[in-house]
C-alpha cells in the first residue's frame, strides 16, 4: 500500500482561455474543469489509475466537496474531520501551455486535528511500502511538521517522499542528518534555495546540456543527509541523484497543455517504478514519463498507464558518486 498525505487538499479549479491572458480584460472561457487536487491527493489520483493500493490521507469535513470527487473517481481515502471547507485553488491555462495559479491558503488546522492527522499517518505506516507527504501548510501547521512525521516514521518499515517547498522544506533539510527522507522531490526554485543558488542558472545549464550545476546542488543535500534527490526541471528534464551515481532523463518534445499536476505525477512515476522493482535509471524514465504525460493533458487531468511510454524518455548516466562514510 501507498500511503499519501496531503495536509493542505483542494479542489482544483481550471480555466482554459482560447487566447492569451491579459490583465485587466474580460476573457471568455473555452472550458472549466474541477478536479480534487493537493499534491498528495494527485499522486494518490495517479497511482490508482495505475492499480496500485493507495489510501489519501487529508484533512476535510464529512460532506466536502472533495470527499465526493474522491469518492466518484475510485480514490480510497482516510479523511480527518475539520470544522473548515476545504480551499479552492483557481488555475489559469493559456493556449500555449502557460500556466497562472491562484491558491487559498487553506483551512485552518488546530491542534487537536493536527495530531489526529499524525495518528492517521503513523496507523497506516505499519502497512505501507511508501508514504508521500506532500504540499503546502495550511494555517495551523508549522513548518517543522514535515521534518516531525518523518523523524517518527523512522521506526518504520516503509520508505518515505517528501515534495514541499519553501520554510517547510527548509525545515526538513534542517533535520537530514539525523531523519532524512528516502526520497526529495524538489523543482529548480526549491532545490536553488536549499543550495543557495539561483534557479534559473540551474535550468539554463541543463537547457545548455550541461548537468553539472544541478548535480553538484543535489550533492550538497546528500553530504548534509539527504538519501535520494529526484530534481524535475520541466521540460529540461530531471535529474535523479543518491550515493551510488547520477541520472539525466530527457523528455520528448511535447504540446504543453497544463503544468498542473506533473511534478505529482513525476512523483506517483517514480514511486509506481519503484514498487514494480525497478532499478534507479528505470525509476528516473518512469518519473519523467509521467510528468511529460500529465503536462500534455489540459486541466489537472492525470494520465493513466496507457499514456506512458518510456520509450520516448531518454536516460543518460552521468557520473557515479562514491557513497558517504
Excluded at 499517518?121 to 501547521?141: H, K, M
Amino acid at each position: 500500500m501507498i500511503v499519501t498525505v496531503t495536509p493542505n487538499p483542494s479542489i482544483d479549479r481550471t480555466v482554459t482561455l482560447p487566447a492569451p491572458l491579459v490583465r485587466g480584460a474580460v476573457h471568455r472561457v473555452q472550458s472549466v474543469t474541477n478536479e480534487p487536487g493537493g499534491k498528495g491527493v494527485n499522486v494518490a489520483r495517479a497511482l490508482t489509475l495505475a492499480g496500485l493500493s493507495t489510501v489519501a490521507v487529508l484533512p476535510a469535513a464529512q460532506h466536502d466537496p472533495i470527499i465526493t470527487a474522491l469518492g466518484s473517481r475510485g480514490v480510497p481515502f482516510y479523511a480527518v474531520p475539520i470544522d473548515g471547507a476545504v480551499r479552492t485553488n483557481l488555475t489559469i491555462t493559456e493556449p500555449d501551455g502557460t500556466t497562472t495559479k491562484i491558491n487559498e491558503p487553506g483551512a485552518v488546522i488546530d491542534a487537536p486535528v493536527l495530531a489526529a492527522l499524525t495518528q492517521a499517518i503513523l496507523d497506516r505506516a505499519a502497512l505501507a511500502r511508501w508514504v508521500v507527504l506532500s504540499g503546502s501548510l495550511p494555517p495551523g501547521i508549522p513548518d517543522s511538521w514535515y521534518a516531525d512525521v518523518v523523524a517518527q516514521l523512522q521506526p518504520y518499515d516503509c520508505k518515505v517522499a517528501v515534495d514541499t517547498s519553501d520554510a517547510p522544506l527548509a525545515a526538513l533539510a534542517a533535520g537530514f542528518a539525523t531523519a532524512a527522507p528516502d526520497l526529495i522531490k524538489p523543482n529548480a526554485e526549491e532545490l536553488a534555495s536549499l543550495a543557495g543558488l539561483d534557479a534559473q542558472s540551474l535550468e539554463d545549464a541543463l537547457a545548455q546540456g550541461n548537468p553539472d550545476p544541478v548535480v553538484d546542488a543535489a550533492r550538497q543535500l546528500l553530504d548534509r543527509g539527504a538519501k535520494t534527490v529526484l530534481a524535475t526541471l520541466g521540460a529540461a528534464g530531471a535529474l535523479l541523484v543518491n550515493d551510488t551515481g547520477s541520472w539525466l532523463a530527457t523528455p520528448p518534445p511535447i504540446q504543453t497543455r497544463s503544468t498542473v499536476g506533473a511534478g505529482d505525477s513525476s512523483l506517483a512515476g517514480y514511486v509506481r517504478a519503484d514498487v514494480g522493482g525497478a532499478q534507479a535509471p528505470q525509476r528516473l524514465q518512469m518519473a519523467v514519463a509521467y510528468g511529460s504525460a500529465a503536462a500534455a493533458l489540459p486541466g489537472s487531468a492525470l494520465p493513466s498507464p496507457a499514456e506512458i511510454d518510456l520509450d520516448d524518455v531518454a536516460v543518460t548516466s552521468i557520473s557515479p558518486y562514491p557513497a558517504r562514510s
